[in-house]
């Protein structure tokens, strides 16, 4: 897009985090905002903040596992603003814990947040995208949405989803003028691994090393950034740009490191084995 001022967005997910950085930082181009999110109190004051920069912010309570609320949500939006130029699908959540102990419950709320609704609010607004003479649809997905690994797979199946349906949907309405993003950061330091439901195998949620984390605004300027250039993919930090080349050219380096490290967890079992069967031999 070449200028984003006077533009429409409808931001999900908006009360904290990538949600709320983007929604700020989409604010100070000059952008009008339709922000949603559960978090009434915290969307509040979200809209409060972003007003201070002369744009036109409302908000909205959506719960985006419901289909009915998206749609009423989209209709309000349409109603009130009269046309959406940019979508940010930013809603998700996670889980974490071995898949066996997952219930049907959490995995059908996870890809319920964090693809069907994002299908369905494209979708949705699919007609008025279209209908500007420019627009883009920025799906805030993950660098696990490009690799795979232990104890996050219905959260890596629901961004590998909303990548692959952003690089079709960028082939397919690329041509009409509709510009869409992946964003695949890698880990953000907000409360998405702190609010989690867990494996009943884990005691607490476990949270990523500092060196890997960056602030919610520098991924929300790499996303303006990739709204305005128009890129299919954006990955943010280093590391989750060597792993995504890594599994692109070498797949069986990291198939190698994930068996590697289960076969030292097994060693590691053998051990503790052993030592519980000469305590009890002595």
């Known amino acids: 897009m070449r200028s984003l001022r006077n533009k429409n967005a409808l931001v999900t997910g908006a009360a904290a985090g990538i949600g709320q950085a983007i929604a700020s930082r989409l604010a100070r181009e000059g952008v009008d905002l339709y922000l949603l999110d559960v978090n009434e109190l915290g969307l509040a004051r979200v809209v409060s903040a972003v007003r201070q920069t002369g744009v036109t912010a409302l908000g909205r309570y959506c719960d985006v596992s419901q289909p009915a609320e998206i749609s009423r949500s989209v209709a309000d939006a349409l109603a009130r603003l009269g046309t959406i130029d940019i979508l940010v699908n930013n809603a998700g959540i996670t889980y974490y814990g071995e898949t066996a102990e997952m219930s049907i419950a959490d995995a059908e709320r996870l890809l319920a947040v964090?693809?069907?609704a994002p299908i369905q609010f494209t979708c949705e607004l699919l007609p008025t995208l279209l209908a500007q003479p420019e627009a883009h649809v920025?799906?805030?997905a993950s660098f696990f949405g490009l690799i795979g690994t232990r104890k996050l797979s219905l959260y890596s199946a629901s961004k590998f989803g909303l990548v692959g349906f952003s690089e079709?949907?960028?082939a397919?309405?690329?041509r009409r003028g509709l510009g869409v993003t992946a964003l695949c950061?890698?880990?953000?330091d907000t409360d998405l691994f702190d609010t989690a439901p867990r494996g009943p195998d884990l005691q607490n949620n476990k949270r990523p090393p500092k060196w890997m984390l960056t602030t919610p605004d520098k991924i929300a300027n790499r996303a303006v950034k990739a709204i305005i250039r128009n890129r299919p993919l954006e990955v943010v930090q280093s590391y989750a740009q060597?792993?995504?080349y890594c599994k692109r050219f070498f797949p069986g380096v990291l198939d190698w490191a994930s068996h590697l490290s289960r076969k030292k967890k097994q060693n590691r079992h053998s051990a503790s084995g052993d030592q519980d069967a000469q305590r009890?031999?002595?």
């Open 242 to 244: 060597v792993a995504h």
């Open 114 to 116: 964090n693809l069907h």
């Open 168 to 170: 079709s949907l960028r």
């Open 185 to 188: 950061p890698g880990f953000v």
């Open 172 to 174: 397919e309405y690329g």
């Open 280 to 282: 009890k031999a002595a």
């Open 138 to 140: 920025l799906n805030v």
